[in-house]
């Protein structure tokens, strides 16, 4: 194992979007919007919890560059049909290498921090389809999921 050598490339502007979903009951969702959880704020910790998890990617991820981010946002959507909550951060800097590791972090801190808060009222939440949609800048130009 190794981390691989990134001291040749150029800095360039780097973007990643990632996403995910927390499923749950109706009525847990519910709870959300009104506010109704024990625990407090769910999208405010959840939002804060990706962001905090974006910038500590390289202390969980093996071999993961520390990379100076220059900026990291989530946003969680509540959605009705099936009822669950969108997850979405996007993840930028200007370096050597990409952010993605970074944003599908932010999307799965964000996620089990839904799940830690709702646990108690709800047992049968899924945490599913985290993946990365966006990415550019670097060699590798452009990507985005179809």
């Not at 001291?7 to 749950?24: H, L, N």
């Not at 996007?90 to 599908?104: C, I, Q, S, Y």
Request: aromatic residues 2%; contains cysteine; hydrophobic residues 40%.
């Amino acid at each position: 194992m190794k981390m691989i050598d990134v001291g040749g490339k150029e800095k360039t502007r780097r973007v990643a979007i990632a996403r995910g979903f927390v499923s749950m009951e109706k009525e847990t969702l519910e709870r959300i919007r009104e506010n109704r959880v024990e625990k407090g704020d769910v999208l405010a910790a959840a939002r804060l919890a990706g962001i905090m998890a974006a910038k500590r990617t390289p202390d969980i991820i093996p071999l993961c560059h520390p990379i100076g981010l220059t900026a990291a946002e989530v946003s969680l959507t509540l959605q009705e049909d099936p009822p669950r909550v969108l997850i979405e951060s996007r993840v930028e800097t200007t370096e050597r290498t990409g952010v993605e590791m970074e944003a599908l972090h932010a999307v799965c801190a964000a996620a089990l921090t839904v799940y830690d808060m709702l646990k108690a009222v709800d047992k049968g939440m899924t945490v599913s389809e985290v993946a990365l949609h966006h990415k550019s800048g670097g060699r590798s130009g452009v990507w985005t999921r179809r």
